[in-house]
Each structure stands twice: as C-alpha cells, then as structure tokens.
C-alpha cells in the first residue's frame, strides 16, 4: 500500500525549531519530487520546499527561505524538513506530498501522493 506519514508537529514558541519527518512506504522516494505543502486556517494551501527526485535541486518559497531546510534520507525513504526561527505565521498544517514534477517556486500542487498532515503551532 502507497502511504505518506508525516510526524515530527507540534506546539513551539516563536524563534523555536521543529523536525518534520515524511515517510514513505510502498514507493522510493528517490524516484520522485517531494514538496512540503502547508494550509492556514482560513487560506489555500502553499507549497514552500521542494527536493527534486535526484536531491540535487532543492528550491524554498521566499517565506521559509533561509529558515527552513529540506534533506532526504534515501536509505530510510524519508524526507525531513528542518524549521528554524519558526514565526506564528509559520503556523498550519504541514503536508508532505510526491509527483513527477519539476522542482521549482512557486510549487504547484502535486497530482501524486500525499500525506495526512501533521499540524505546526507557532504561538507564545
């Protein structure tokens, strides 16, 4: 069975770090693109990271760029984004999705396989 599950959200307080882990089974991730997605309360949903299927690319939308870094760990099928200086507008519910897609800003959503979510709270 295809499945996505991401861990790793939580409650933290503004200028604090959180780990997001996606991990896939029934499918390599090494195959395919990985973008991280997140919704806010009231807005659509915004891709912000993206690793390409050969993890040579790696692209971030300007809000997360420079906080916010994405790594694969292709021997455990997993993706990691790493959350540094997290501000309250960082807040939503993150999803991890894949696809045969190019990455690159501004990230379209991926016809492909997704997550269930994992939620971020950034408040003080």
């Known amino acids: 069975q295809l499945q996505l599950v991401e861990s790793g959200g939580g409650s933290v307080q503004p200028g604090g770090s959180l780990r997001l882990s996606c991990i896939a089974s029934?499918?390599?991730?090494?195959?395919?693109?990985i973008g991280w997605f997140r919704q806010a309360p009231g807005k659509e949903r915004e891709g912000i990271s993206c690793s390409s299927s050969s993890g040579g690319r790696t692209d971030y939308d300007d809000s997360v760029k420079g906080r916010f870094t994405i790594s694969r760990e292709n021997a455990k099928n997993t993706v990691i984004l790493q959350m540094n200086s997290l501000k309250p507008e960082d807040t939503a519910i993150y999803y991890c999705?894949?696809?045969?897609?190019?990455?690159?800003?501004?990230?379209?959503?991926?016809?492909?396989?997704w997550g269930q979510g994992t939620q971020v709270t950034v408040s003080s």
């Open positions: 999705a894949v696809g045969l897609i190019a990455c690159t800003m501004p990230l379209p959503p991926i016809s492909g396989y």
């Open positions: 029934g499918l390599p991730l090494d195959l395919y693109t």
